[in-house]
C-alpha cells in the first residue's frame, strides 16, 4: 500500500477531541510509563519484605498499550489511556508493514472502542477503513469480521452487524468473541429468541466476566431483573482491570436505577467514576439518580461534567428534561440544540440516531416528523425500544388506536415486551387515559411508578398528576368475575 494511502486510513477525519497529535501521544505514553514506574516502585519496596529464592523472579512490567490490546481483541471495555497508547502503536506498525493484516484488524478494532467511550463518531469512519484493509489483506478475516460487527453496532446498524457476525463465525463455529457482537444485532433487531439462542451458545464456549455481563443484558430483556442484577454483580467481583470492572458497574447501576432503588445505583456509579475517572456513562448516571433523590444541584454537576468529556446526545436530552422540570426553559433549550448537533456529527460518521431523533422530536418537537423517522426505523429494526418510541410519536401526534397497538408490543410479555420498565408502562398508560380506558390507564400508571418512582423529572410528575385526574376505580373498572363465572356455568 503507497503511504498516501495509509495515511488516509489512519490519519484523515480525526475526531476534535482525538489523541491524534505526536506531541499529545508523547504526552499520553509518558504518562502511563510514568505509572507504571510508580506502580514498580511500590512493588519493589514490598519485595523486600517478601522471600526471595533463586525461584522466584519478579513478573515483566505489562507493555504500554497490554492491556488495551487485550481488551479490544476479547470485546471488553478498555481504559482510554492505555487505548492512545494502542493506536499510536498499531498506526507506526501498519505504516511500517501495511500487508499486516492483524494489526490493522487491531488497529480498527482500538478506533470503534475510542469512538464508543468517547461518543466521538469521527472514528467510526477512520475504523471502517482500517477494517476493510485489514479484510483486503486476508480474506476469510475473523478479527476484521468481528470488528466490522463491533463497529455496526455501536452504529446502531443491526443488519449490516448481524451479517458480518455470522460471517465470522462461518470461519470458526467456536469462536466465542463473536457470540456478543451477535447477540447485539439480535437484540436491536428485536429477534430475542435467536438473542437467548446465541448466549446458550455462548454460555457453553466461554465462562468469565465478560460472558457474565452479556448474560445480564439477555436476562434484563427478557424481565429476568434478579439473575440480570446476580449475573452484572458476579462479571464486577470478577473483573480484572479496573476500566472493566467500572464498566460492569455502571452497567449495575443503571440497573439498580430502573429498579427503583437509587442508593445502591448510586453506590455502584460513584465506584464506576472512582476506578476510571473517563467512566462518563456513570457520571450520566449519577445525575440521573441524583435528579430522582431531589439532589438537583448535584445532578446538574454530575451532567454538565459527563457531557464535557463525552457529550452523547442522550446526555444533552436527560439534561435539557431536568432543566424543563426545574422551569429553565431558555438552559433546556440550549441543551436540545446540542443534541441536534451532536446527532448530526454522529449521522455525518454513519450512526443511525433516528431512534434518538425519533424520541426527542415526539417530546420537544415535530410529532409528525417523529412518526416518520420511527416509521422507517421499524421497518429497518423492529426492536422493542422501537415500537415503544413509535407508539408513544403516534400518540403525540393524535394516532391514538394506532399508538396502542404500538405501546403493547412492546409491554405486552406475549408479544416480546418482556422488558420491565417504567417508562414504557407510563406510555402506554397515558396513551390508554387518552383513549378513555381507565381501568388499564390506572393499572399501567400505578405500574410505572412502582418500577421507578423517578424514572423521569418530566414524566413522573405527569403520571402521578394523570393518575389523581383518573381517581380511584369505579365499579365499572373492576371485572365482574361471579357473573363471568355463572355464564360459564351455564354452557
Known amino acids: 500500500m503507497e503511504k498516501s494511502a495509509i495515511d488516509d486510513a489512519v490519519g484523515s477525519d480525526a475526531p476534535d477531541n482525538a489523541q491524534g497529535p505526536a506531541g499529545r501521544r508523547r504526552l499520553v505514553r509518558r504518562r502511563v510509563l510514568i505509572a507504571s514506574a510508580a506502580g514498580c516502585a511500590v512493588l519493589g519496596g514490598l519485595s523486600a519484605l517478601l522471600p526471595w529464592g533463586p525461584d522466584v523472579s519478579p513478573a515483566p512490567a505489562p507493555a504500554p498499550g497490554a492491556q488495551a ?15 492512545a497508547v494502542l493506536i499510536e502503536e498499531r498506526e507506526a506498525r501498519v505504516r511500517r508493514r501495511p500487508g499486516d493484516a492483524g494489526s490493522w484488524a487491531v488497529l480498527g478494532a482500538a478506533y470503534v472502542e475510542q469512538g464508543r467511550r468517547t461518543a466521538e463518531p469521527g472514528y467510526f469512519p477512520k475504523a471502517e477503513k482500517a477494517l476493510r ?47 456478543p457482537l451477535l447477540i447485539d444485532a439480535y437484540t436491536g433487531l428485536g429477534r430475542y429468541k435467536a438473542a437467548e439462542r446465541a448466549l446458550d451458545r455462548l454460555l457453553k464456549l466461554r465462562s468469565g466476566p465478560e460472558v457474565r455481563a452479556r448474560a445480564a443484558a439477555v436476562y434484563w430483556d427478557r424481565g429476568r431483573r434478579e439473575d440480570a442484577a446476580a449475573a452484572l454483580s458476579d462479571a464486577a467481583a470478577a473483573a480484572d482491570a479496573p476500566a472493566q470492572r467500572a464498566a460492569y458497574l455502571e452497567g449495575a447501576g443503571r440497573l439498580a436505577f430502573e429498579r427503583g432503588d437509587f442508593d445502591v445505583a448510586l453506590r455502584h456509579f460513584q465506584e464506576a467514576v472512582r476506578l476510571d475517572p473517563d467512566q462518563r456513562a456513570a457520571l450520566a448516571g449519577q445525575g440521573r439518580t441524583l435528579a430522582a433523590m431531589g439532589r438537583t444541584t448535584e445532578a446538574l454537576n454530575a451532567y454538565r461534567v459527563a457531557l ?32 441536534r448537533e451532536r446527532a448530526a456529527r454522529a449521522t455525518a460518521g454513519g450512526v443511525d440516531e433516528e431512534l434518538l431523533l425519533g424520541r426527542f422530536e415526539a417530546d420537544h418537537g415535530d410529532a409528525g416528523s417523529a412518526v416518520r423517522r420511527l416509521r422507517a426505523e421499524w421497518r429497518r ?20 388506536k394506532e399508538a396502542l397497538r404500538f405501546a403493547r408490543v412492546a409491554t405486552d410479555r406475549a408479544r416480546g415486551g418482556t422488558v420491565r420498565s417504567a417508562l414504557y408502562a407510563y406510555h ?16 399501567h400508571l400505578q405500574e410505572a411508578l412502582r418500577i421507578n418512582p423517578g ?21 365499572r373498572d373492576v371485572p365482574d368475575w361471579d357473573a363471568g363465572d355463572a355464564k360459564r356455568g351455564r354452557r
Open 308 to 339: 464535557a468529556k463525552q457529550p452523547c446526545p442522550e446526555y444533552a436530552m436527560e439534561l435539557g428534561e431536568l432543566y424543563e422540570s426545574l422551569g429553565l426553559g431558555q438552559a433546556a433549550r440550549v441543551q436540545y440544540d446540542l443534541l
Open 381 to 400: 429494526q423492529p426492536g422493542i425500544a422501537v415500537a415503544d418510541a413509535l407508539g408513544w410519536a403516534l400518540h403525540r401526534a393524535g394516532e391514538h
Open 69 to 83: 490490546l487485550a481488551a479490544v481483541t476479547t470485546g471488553v471495555p478498555a481504559a482510554l489511556p492505555d487505548l
Open 428 to 443: 402506554r398508560g397515558m396513551i390508554e387515559r387518552e383513549l378513555k380506558l381507565a381501568g388499564a390507564a390506572r393499572r
Open 455 to 475: 424514572f423521569s423529572p418530566t414524566r413522573a410528575p405527569a403520571a402521578e398528576a394523570a393518575l389523581r385526574e383518573l381517581g380511584e376505580p369505579s365499579v
Open 133 to 179: 484493509t485489514s479484510l483486503k489483506a486476508r480474506a476469510r478475516n475473523a478479527e476484521a469480521l468481528d470488528g466490522m460487527a463491533a463497529l455496526a453496532n455501536a452504529r446502531r446498524d443491526f443488519g449490516a452487524a448481524r451479517t458480518w457476525a455470522e460471517a465470522a463465525l462461518k470461519t470458526d463455529r467456536k469462536r466465542w468473541t463473536t457470540y
